[in-house]
């Protein structure tokens, strides 16, 4: 090609459009379908209620919206919508400190299907849920962290390592601290009643 | 520290039970279409829409606007040149006439101005220069001739 074609070609070059609309719905729709449960569970585990959830979810969403041309370099889209979503749910926790809690762990309870229920999780009351959940939040954060994103099975060590930005034999540890910290905090706590 | 023998297992079954909640939440019924719902509100995500649609339409039809571009601008071009040539083109004053006012006679009394003549420069020459001498065409003697064509003689001026 000459100099003058390649003068013209590029005068009549555009950028081509690399997301229309459509792409843009297209790909927030297969996130919604694919992540909006994960992302509920790890909103629900950090406030307990099931409305908040559900709009930490909604919020996690309009930021991706908001931050669209941002998809194309985000390498594990699951990492970091959880991280988006557990973010949001600790700010909507700090911000709920100063209301009064209103967990849904009861209604939770109720609501299960009992074939995700042994039969001796069902013999355990809600109350007593609500005292462990009561003494995990007493945990440090980052153990506690790394315990509730451990409860989510659709995240792996790896993931939840990438999350917490630190490497799986951390977050082992951080699981391992944070669960005999709490054991021992049950146990204490059986034996004071 | 722990009295009872299965008091360590049972609380690690109070904690995986009490964990096993989150990992079995299940979101309220048409969650995802709450979402989409709350994301088709926003208001970025209609400008966006607008701006997309716009910009696809103008990518889709590129070659006609840059077509009807080039075309106005030689359009102006041609007005523009044609416009500055036809104020370049000053045509001599043959004569201005100059009315008297307040005389209260018409243009038929008005002075007459002649036009200045035209200064014509020190190295100015002809277009072209008559190289014959006397008016005539001349024909050498020696001049080579085809057979047959006759040549008349050329002759003297008559002197008065």
């Known amino acids: 090609m000459s100099s003058l074609e390649a003068q013209v070609a590029g005068w009549f070059y555009t950028q081509p459009v690399l997301k229309t609309q459509e792409?843009?719905?297209?790909?927030?729709?297969?996130?919604?379908?694919?992540?909006?449960?994960?992302?509920?569970?790890?909103?629900?585990?950090?406030?307990r209620n099931s409305a908040e959830a559900e709009d930490i979810v909604q919020e996690t969403f309009l930021r991706v919206l908001k931050h669209q041309n941002k998809l194309s370099d985000i390498r594990d889209t699951r990492v970091w919508l959880v991280r988006i979503a557990w973010n949001l749910a600790l700010d909507r926790k700090r911000r709920?400190?100063?209301?009064?809690?209103?967990?849904?762990?009861?209604?939770?309870?109720?609501t299960l299907p009992s074939s995700e229920l042994r039969a001796?999780?069902?013999?355990?009351?809600?109350?007593?849920?609500?005292?462990?959940?009561?003494?995990?939040?007493?945990?440090?954060?980052?153990?506690?962290?790394?315990?509730?994103?451990?409860?989510?099975?659709?995240?792996?060590?790896?993931?939840?390592?990438?999350?917490?930005?630190?490497?799986?034999?951390?977050?082992?540890?951080?699981?391992?601290?944070?669960?005999?910290?709490?054991?021992?905090?049950?146990?204490?706590?059986?034996?004071?009643? | 520290m722990s009295k009872h023998p299965n008091s360590a297992n049972n609380?690690?079954?109070?904690?995986?039970?009490?964990?096993?909640?989150?990992a079995h939440a299940q979101?309220?019924?048409?969650?995802?279409?709450r979402i989409h719902a709350r994301l088709y509100r926003e208001p970025a995500y209609a400008d966006k829409a607008f701006a997309s649609k716009f910009g696809r339409f103008l990518y889709a039809q590129r070659i006609v606007f840059a077509s009807?571009?080039?075309?106005?601008?030689?359009?102006?071009?041609?007005?523009?040149?044609?416009?500055?040539?036809?104020?370049?083109?000053?045509?001599?004053?043959?004569?201005?006439?100059?009315?008297?006012?307040?005389?209260?006679?018409?243009a038929a009394s008005g002075a007459r101005i002649a036009p200045q003549p035209?200064?014509?420069?020190?190295d100015a020459h002809s277009r072209s220069e008559r190289k014959a001498t006397g008016g005539r065409a001349t024909v050498p003697r020696?001049?080579?001739k085809p057979k047959g064509v006759a040549v008349p003689e050329s002759t003297q001026p008559q002197k008065p």
């Open chain 1, 23 to 47: 792409d843009v719905s297209e790909i927030i729709t297969a996130l919604v379908a694919e992540y909006s449960t994960t992302l509920y569970r790890v909103a629900y585990s950090v406030t």
């Open chain 1, 96 to 110: 709920s400190k100063t209301r009064p809690e209103t967990e849904d762990i009861a209604d939770l309870v109720r």
């Open chain 1, 120 to 193: 001796d999780d069902e013999v355990i009351s809600s109350q007593e849920h609500a005292r462990v959940l009561a003494l995990i939040d007493q945990l440090p954060a980052k153990e506690r962290q790394a315990l509730l994103l451990s409860a989510l099975e659709e995240l792996s060590t790896g993931e939840i390592a990438h999350i917490c930005s630190t490497t799986e034999s951390s977050i082992r540890s951080r699981i391992f601290r944070a669960r005999r910290e709490l054991a021992g905090l049950l146990t204490k706590e059986r034996s004071s009643r």
């Open chain 2, 11 to 22: 609380s690690e079954e109070r904690i995986d039970t009490a964990l096993r909640l989150f």
């Open chain 2, 27 to 33: 979101p309220p019924a048409n969650f995802e279409q």
């Open chain 2, 68 to 106: 009807a571009a080039a075309a106005v601008a030689c359009c102006c071009a041609i007005v523009i040149g044609s416009v500055q040539h036809s104020r370049q083109r000053t045509f001599p004053a043959t004569g201005v006439h100059v009315s008297a006012p307040g005389s209260g006679l018409g």
């Open chain 2, 118 to 122: 035209v200064a014509v420069p020190e």
């Open chain 2, 142 to 144: 020696d001049t080579h």
